[in-house]
């Protein structure tokens, strides 16, 4: 069988990570099969119509690396891609008009207030709720036609059939089935003519010959309907998946009090497209044996539907923060460098943070940031070199290189007077001071190996008395990159600022 999957999302807001996940198992699916992925825009509810998010979806998906072959703004022959503009051309209208010469569909002119009556009667009758034909699944063609020409709004709606067994295939979960009668008759053309997702959607995977519906287990309760359609049709039906859902740690169902769900939330966040992808399509996903960093090519080898497990996935933010800090580790200087500056730059960066609690400090140091790699690059370059180690996203490197962008580092009060009260601290700092004056550039050798010889001179034991007191002075804390590598990457003329600073700030005696 060839492949063809579709992305289909609706442009009722940015994409979030369920719907992200969707697009990626797609993708990966079509790419291990040779097959082709579509993206196809379904946006027949023009009252959920949110602008802006349809350029989200496209950039969430570009974000991730995640293609596609046909569709929107590729092209592809069963265009068009968007559900809106095939409407127009008639599409939906050719179809519903063979349903309702077979007898498959049916006019239906219930009021707003007969369909509430219906409801309530079925909920205190404790019977299924949905509608069931009414009056209308076997109306005669006289009563149909007098409600059409008095201009009476209606609907059609798929005639499910009675008292059959319907079943479908699951390939995560196997054989389902549902007794039809239980199965309510679905719109599928609106009162404003507009066609429903049911229709549409189904009509259109026909019609672009997708092989395999890939979608939320929420939508195996209009799998019988669906089904039904092809049916109705003749159509041969698609192979259905229907993909668990994703809960927090705590169980629930995913949702925004377990942080950020929005796929470029996480952009602005600092998270890697590699690191979002690897971590996505864990989840409910696995690849066999205990394998987790994977690259996308690696991704693309293993995915197949096996692996997809009936058991909800769970978002956990401790495991995706630890993938995003093991592939800013991976990552060349000059790739990480590259990829700081479109993190900083990028507008939505600085839009996200204003929106967090305490925001205004990330966005300081990231301005900070910013102006700093504009001002000073290579200086720079060499401080994210150093924390490349420490930091966990893109936007850990504001706090992480504030004391190199500063000119007086904040100061540990714990640690100044912890450290910088020691007797032996004026004559290590001014020690230190008179060295450096004789110095342009220093390399971390010259460092480690004046910091030993100065504790060796002066009976020292351990460095501990000698490099605490240095690094309070150089970066304001106790804890760091290694000590030799900040004061060559510091050099001199910081150095030489910063134990004056201390100097006449922190201890008793000066130089």
């Not at 429903?196 to 929420?218: K, N, P, W």
């Not at 200087?333 to 400090?361: A, C, P």
């Not at 930091?391 to 504030?402: H, M, P, R, S, Y």
């Not at 009060?413 to 342009?440: F, I």
């Amino acid at each position: 069988m060839s492949v063809r999957v579709r992305y289909a999302p609706s442009p009722t807001g940015s994409p979030h990570v369920g719907n992200i996940r969707d697009a990626l198992f797609k993708y990966l699916f079509a790419k291990h099969h040779n097959g082709v992925n579509i993206v196809r825009i379904e946006d027949t509810d023009r009252t959920r119509y949110v602008p802006g998010s349809e350029q989200d979806i496209f950039n969430s998906l570009r974000w991730l690396g995640i293609e596609w072959q046909e569709g929107m703004e590729v092209g592809g022959p069963f265009g068009p891609y968007r559900q809106s503009e095939r409407k127009e051309l008639g599409i939906y209208d050719k179809w519903v008009q063979v349903l309702l010469d077979s007898g498959h569909a049916y006019w239906a002119f219930d009021t707003p207030e007969e369909l509430t009556e219906m409801r309530e009667y079925q909920q205190v009758n404790k019977q299924p709720i949905g509608y069931f034909g009414g009056v209308w699944r076997e109306a005669s063609g006289e009563s149909v036609q007098k409600a059409r020409d008095a201009g009476v709004p209606g609907v059609i709606r798929l005639k499910i059939p009675k008292n059959k067994e319907i079943v479908i295939e699951d390939v995560i979960r196997g054989r389902i089935t549902w007794d039809s009668n239980h199965v309510d008759d679905p719109v599928l053309i609106k009162a404003d003519g507009m066609p429903t997702y049911h229709f549409a959607s189904m009509v259109d995977d026909h019609l672009m010959e997708i092989s395999h519906i890939i979608r939320g287990e929420e939508w195996i309760s209009s799998a019988p309907k669906h089904a039904c359609l092809f049916d109705a049709f003749g159509w041969e039906r698609p192979i259905f998946v229907h993909c668990p859902i994703i809960k927090g740690k705590d169980g629930s169902k995913l949702s925004k009090r377990h942080g950020d769900t929005k796929c470029l939330d996480f952009r602005s966040a600092g998270f890697l497209p590699e690191a979002m992808v690897n971590f996505i399509s864990l989840i409910g996903w696995a690849p066999g044996g205990d394998r987790e960093l994977m690259s996308m090519d690696e991704l693309i080898e293993a995915f197949d539907l096996d692996g997809l497990q009936p058991s909800p996935g769970v978002f956990d933010m401790e495991k995706l923060t630890w993938m995003n800090g093991h592939y800013i580790r991976q990552k060349s200087i000059s790739n990480l460098m590259h990829d700081i500056k479109e993190f900083i730059f990028l507008k939505d960066t600085i839009e996200y943070w204003d929106r967090q609690d305490n925001g205004d400090v990330k966005v300081n140091e990231l301005k900070m940031l910013e102006n700093s790699i504009e001002s000073q690059s290579e200086y720079m370059e060499k401080a994210v070199e150093l924390e490349q180690e420490r930091v966990q996203t893109l936007a850990d490197f504001g706090n992480a290189c504030e004391f190199f962008m500063v000119e007086k580092p904040n100061m540990d009060e714990k640690a100044v007077s912890k450290w910088l009260s020691k007797e032996h601290v004026p004559n290590l700092l001014n020690a230190l001071l008179d060295y450096l004056q004789e110095k342009e550039t220093i390399s971390q050798e010259e460092c480690e190996n004046w910091i030993r010889t100065y504790a060796k001179d002066n009976n020292l034991e351990k460095l501990g008395p000698v490099v605490h007191p240095i690094r309070i002075t150089m970066t304001g804390k106790t804890a760091g990159p290694g000590l030799f590598e900040l004061m060559s990457v510091l050099g001199p003329v910081r150095m030489i600022e910063r134990i004056r600073t201390v100097l006449k700030n922190h201890v008793v005696v000066t130089h």
